[in-house]
Every structure is written in C-alpha cells, then in structure tokens.
C-alpha cells in the first residue's frame, strides 16, 4: 500500500454531500441570516428613536439634543453597510472569490469605526461650542424626557446587537452595538445637561459633552484594536490551542504539527497538519483527516471549514515540505 505522504484535505467526492448540520439549515447560513435579521430591526428602532427627538428638536430648539439626533441618525445609517456586508456574506464563492465575501463583513466594521470617529469629532464639536456661547434651551422637561427616550432606545439596540454579534462571532456587529451604546450615553449626558442647567450652571451640558466624547475615544480605540486584528489574521491563542486539543483526541492521529486558524467575517477557517503512521494507506490516511474536519466543526460552533494536511510521521512538519536548493532552466540556484 502507498503510504499516505500527498496532501489530503478531506474533501473527497464521496463526503461532499455531508454537510455539518444536525437539522434543516446550514450552521453558517443561519448566522448570516440572524445577522441580518438583528441589522433590520436595530435599523428600525434607531430610526423610530431619531424620529421621536427630531419632533422635541422643533418643539424645543435644543442644540443639545439636535446634535444628540444627529447621533442617533448617525447611528442607524451604519446599519446600511453592515445589512450590505451580511448580504454579500450569502454569496457563493465564485472563480475570482475564491473564498466568498466574508471579508465584507470587516470592511463594514472600519466603516463603522470612522462613523463613531465623526460622532466623536461631533460630540467635541457641539461641547465645546456650548462651552463658549451656552444656549438657552425651552421646555426642559420635554428635553429631559426626549432624551431618557434616545438613552433607552440607543442601550435596548446596543444590547442587541452586542448578544447578536457575539451569538454569531461577527466583530462588526459588536462593534455596531458599541456605537449604539455610545449615542445612548450621549442622551444620557444631555439629561445630565438639562439638570445643570435648571440648577444654573449654563455650562454643564458643554461639560458633561467633553466627558463623553473622551468615552467615545476609548470605544473607537479598543473596537479599532479587535478589528484590525482581524484584518491581520490575528487570532486569539485559545483558539489555537482547542483546534490542536480537539485534533489530537482523534484515534490514530500521532501528532498535530501545525495549526493557523483565521476569521473570514464571522466564521473560522483552519488548516491542520496532522501527523499518521507511513504504514497507513492513502485511503486510511483521508479516512482519519475525515474524522478530525468532523471533530473540528462539532468543536468549534463558528469553524466555517478546515482543511487537514495529513503527513507520514516520520516527515511531519512544515520543515518537511521545504525544496532544498536548486537549478533548472537556466535559473539561479533557488528553493522553494
């Protein structure tokens, strides 16, 4: 018998036809569809929100709370490339993406990212405009209430999003509920700023502003850090560390040599080597790299796909693979 020394990614013709499902839908077509899902009614709370200040805006000329549903407009605008993103995420791969539009999904967070920058060069803008020429705001009590509305209507999205996104393991949809959060705080501050203002300090609602702005800097800040780790196919370790476990724990794996795991929107995608013994055959060998792909994706909840390198045990590693020096065609000594 051949010893099982080529490469074998488990995706023979005769498994095709499993997919790693346990009911009707695929796993990674349902949390693209919850996506989704939570960007249309997250888009349809923000907006009825923005909708509720905008009224008080014309009843009360509050500058304040204009820029507050400026925020809350702002907010629900971010929703667009995100719905885009999840829905470019049903595509199939085609010959030119190979791997899908997964990495939409990123490209929205970044999108995401400088909205939350413009609301906080806004947030600065407003505060300290106020801080220098303090307006006169009419009807406090409405200005009061219409902004525990924009609090709550902001924190009840936020909290979607957030449970949503860390459900599905999209980054830019935590990210999305983030900036959420944030407009929620500034209508919080605004409520802050009307009680300075009916104690007699004009100035409270600039200051209360600049305190929040600082908020929004550090959101952007930490959001920015997630998603660009992303983007450079970093990882946490942890991970790493599970794809490995739970590759080892399958019979007639003698070691697991590498592992590079990689997000590609929501979903992981993993290449495995995996070490068998040279006596095994070909068709053993892919049999044992079936089982570890099986493992893997019951292991992992948002393993998107793994393709498993399988290797003889006595030429297993990367190290193995390497072309040692050499020429031809008339080419300078080289390898590979």
Partial sequence: MAPADSHDHAHASEHVSHDHTHGTLDPALLTTEKGIWAVKWSLVGLLATALLQTVVVALTSSVALLADTIHNFGDAATAIPLWVAFMMARKKPTRRFTYGYGRAEDVAGIAILFAMLASAGLAAYESIHRLLQPQEIHYLGVVAAASLIGFAGNEVVALFRIRVGREIGSAALVADGYHARIDGVTSLGVLIGVVGVWLGYPQADALVGLAITIVIFKIVWDSGKSLFTRLLDGIDPEVVDEVRHAARHVARVV?????????????????????????????????????????????????????????????SGEHHHRIADHAHDELPTHSH
Avoid at 256 to 274: F, S
């Fill in 255 to 315: 070691d697991v040599t590498e592992v590079r795991v990689r997000w590609l929107g929501h979903r992981l995608l993993a290449d495995v080597n995996i070490a068998v013994r040279s006596a095994l055959s070909v068709e053993e060998g892919h049999q044992i790299a079936y089982e570890v792909r099986h493992q893997l994706l019951h292991h992992l909840p948002y393993l998107g796909n793994a393709t498993i390198h399988v290797d003889p045990a006595n030429a």
